[in-house]
């Protein structure tokens, strides 16, 4: 995969996400907020001498510094399908915030090679898909008018809600859940209904326990019949409300999946990349890379995050100078308080460090 032209430096340009809680809902379903770890450090030391890549089990101790529920993997992408170097916890169903979103990237590649979408095809924002942060397409008027590629730039690099949504409700929420299964997720019931942005938002911070208990314990049918006749009619103004102070249901309320779900995800993105206008899949996941990469070993990186208070999740896909591609893909998840994000952080970071010179 030729995507973007490599870089010297491949590093995070989004602001950084303001937490929930007293500062806001600017958390719910968006990217990951802004790490920092060894790479301060190291820029700040350039002659420093290298330093050996971690082991596996370095990784695995500082995965499990930073979250009670951590999960890792390591894997090259081998005649198509990821081959795992390591895993902690790969096949363990844990939270995965917006990196849901590789699958409606998925549905709308599906979509452009069957003729149905075009990248640069006219899509309108509506206010009925207007979501609470990430992103800023929720202040623009009802109506104005994007290309569909415009718009999953912003839901992949900006993690724009308002823009996912407005990507579910064009492709069809019914054919995003069967991206699921197209997409290699090992139980694709987690997560149907697929929850919009907004839906996601409500059910969190506008519902009460005993009526999130009795939607989960709906049939499927009467989930849908209840997001349509209930949450999506709920005023917006209902997410307002700031107060939430720790984690809320984050192994039920929220998109789920395994870090082998997410490589098989990553995997098939990556071959669909290839095919005859679908660059853009590759190009639109090159946007942002959260932790910075050297450009002369990883000539390209794609990445997708998502994090909400008590989740953190992070899936790379890398090219590496040899011409293999690799995937790092990490979650954290604590029930009961937020992530340690220093400790997040330099985990990812030796993850990367440890692929750098695998064998």
Do not use: C
Not at 70 to 98: C, M, R, T, W, Y
Not at 117 to 122: K, M, R
């Amino acid at each position: 995969m030729h995507a973007p032209a490599p870089r010297p430096d491949h590093q995070l340009t989004r602001r950084r996400t303001i937490g929930i809680g007293a500062a806001g809902i600017a958390a719910l379903a968006v990217g990951l907020p802004r790490l920092s770890g060894q790479a301060a450090a190291q820029d700040a030391t350039p002659e420093a001498t290298p330093q050996p890549a971690p082991t596996w089990d370095e990784v695995d101790a500082l995965m499990a510094a930073a979250a009670p529920q951590p999960q890792f993997l390591a894997a090259e992408i081998v005649d198509g399908k990821p081959v795992l170097l390591h895993g902690l916890n790969e096949n363990d169903v844990g939270p995965i915030g917006s990196s849901f979103k590789f699958y409606v990237l998925g549905a709308l590649a599906q979509q452009v090679a069957s003729g149905t979408l075009d990248w640069e095809q006219i899509v309108k924002i509506e206010e009925a898909h207007k979501s609470v942060p990430g992103g800023d397409l929720r202040y623009v008027a009802d109506g104005s008018p994007f290309t569909m590629r415009y718009l999953a730039e912003r839901m992949m690099q900006k993690s724009d809600n308002t823009a996912t949504d407005t990507m579910i409700y064009l492709v069809g929420r019914e054919r995003a859940e069967a991206m699921l299964s197209t997409l290699g997720h090992h139980d694709p019931s987690l997560n149907i209904p697929l929850l919009t942005t907004r839906e996601f938002a409500f059910l969190k911070l506008a519902r009460t326990q005993e009526e999130n208990d009795a939607y989960f314990a709906a049939s499927v049918a009467e989930r849908r019949q209840i997001l349509a006749n209930v949450i999506d009619k709920m005023p917006y103004s209902l997410l307002a409300d700031d107060s939430q102070e720790k984690p809320i249901d984050i192994n039920r309320l929220e998109w789920l999946a395994s870090r082998m779900d997410l490589a098989n995800a990553v995997t098939w993105l990556h071959a669909e990349s290839l095919k005859d206008g679908l660059k853009p899949v590759a190009e639109v996941i090159a946007l942002e890379t959260q932790l910075k990469f050297k450009g002369a070993v990883w000539p390209y990186v794609g990445f997708k995050g998502g994090s909400e208070l008590g989740v953190l999740s992070g899936t790379w896909l890398m090219e590496r100078n040899d011409g293999r591609f690799f995937i790092l893909s990490t979650g954290f998840a604590n029930p009961d308080a937020g992530i340690d994000l220093q400790s997040a952080a330099a985990a990812m970071e030796a993850g990367v460090a440890a692929l750098a010179e695998a064998s």
